[in-house]
Nanobody
Framework: QVHLVESGGGFVQAGGSLRLSCAGD????????MGWYRQTPGKLRELVAT???????RYADSVKGRFTISRDGAENTVRLQMNNLKPEDTATYYC???????????WGQGTQVTVSS
């Protein structure tokens, strides 16, 4: 069982920045990829950003140019730098990691991001 611990959510005004972090508690496994989804009440969970073990990144169109995802492979940590936040970015953000060895995807507990206008 892999546990992902998230931190960094909070409340910010539009135009502000937040940084989310997610750390896996198992460093002997290979996480590929890692990334972030977000969800608001009544809507499906949507991909925000993902990064492969090789460093390839992919972003939702709505966050391109504003969010940057990065990872530390040795520590199985992934971070999401969110700049120029908008009220529509308000959501619960979930970290995920796909474990190569077990072909299993794990999820963090979620962290709330609230952006006021």
């Amino acid at each position: 069982q892999v546990h992902l611990v998230e931190s960094g959510g909070g409340f910010v005004q539009a135009g502000g920045s937040l940084r989310l972090s997610c750390a896996g508690d198992e460093t002997t496994l290979s996480f590929n990829p890692m990334g972030w989804y977000r969800q608001t009440p009544g809507k499906l969970r949507e991909l925000v950003a993902t990064v492969s073990a090789g460093g390839n990144t992919r972003y939702a169109d709505s966050v391109k140019g504003r969010f940057t995802i990065s990872r530390d492979g040795a520590e199985n940590t992934v971070r999401l730098q969110m700049n120029n936040l908008k009220p529509e970015d308000t959501a619960t953000y979930y970290c995920y990691a796909h474990v190569v060895q077990s072909v299993t995807t794990y999820w963090g507990q979620g962290t709330q991001v609230t952006v006021s206008s």
